[in-house]
């Protein structure tokens, strides 16, 4: 059974759509996050599914063409388009045609174009840039492949969660075990929201140390810094 033939779960996606790319980034062992200059270009709301990839020659979408025909509604097409930027390898009609099948997202190492018309649509677009100049269409290319995009790595049938702080891969054999930590992490975070919450509130009959993470000090120490009040 290839990756891509997995199906997608969904009540792991529900949770994943509670949890933000910054979690998950912090709690993987490997690093998944892709580039920085991998921006939204039209962010409405998370991005979460199923990946399906394709990889492009420089400057030609043939094989997304293809793509867009081939995977089911909900999956999030991730492309590497080798960080090209001489050409735009997404525009407005090809994007159209991928909401109208619902696919739910499209992610592209590379540019992009018709930024006014993307921004109006509902299907969530991720890439490097604009770029007037249109790609061709001879090939090759390959669809549900491995490869890497924006200097991940992604399997068809891995997750994929996007918001406004970029996109991260969850490697679809651990997502269970990730989605734990991501929770743990989540549960610490907000804690730590509440302690500085409460701080404020009474800044004035509160030392210092009580609004610190509880392992600054231990790290502090091989500095020789002393204890807080």
Known sequence: MTKSSLKQDSQLIEQMRT????????????????????????????????????????????????????????????????????????????????????????????????????EQLDIQIYAKGFLSTGPQKEGPGSFDTDITCAGAFVSSGDYIVGDEDGVVVIPYELASGIIEKAKQKLAYEQNRLEVIRQYKQHSGTKKKSSIAPSWLEDKLKKYGIPERD
Not at 83 to 108: F, N, P, R, T, W
């Open 19 to 118: 949890i933000s790319s910054t979690i998950f980034a912090d709690v993987m062992e490997t690093n998944n996050a892709m580039d920085y200059q991998l921006k939204p270009v039209n962010y409405k709301q998370p991005l979460v599914g199923r990946a399906r990839t394709v990889s492009l020659p420089k400057g030609d979408n043939l094989f997304l063409h293809h793509a867009i025909y081939e995977v089911e509604p909900g999956d999030i097409i991730v492309v590497d388009g080798q960080d090209h930027k001489g050409s735009a390898y997404l525009g407005e009609l090809m994007a159209g045609v991928a909401e109208a099948l619902d696919i739910q997202g499209i992610v592209i190492d590379g540019m992009v174009r018709d930024k006014r018309e993307l």
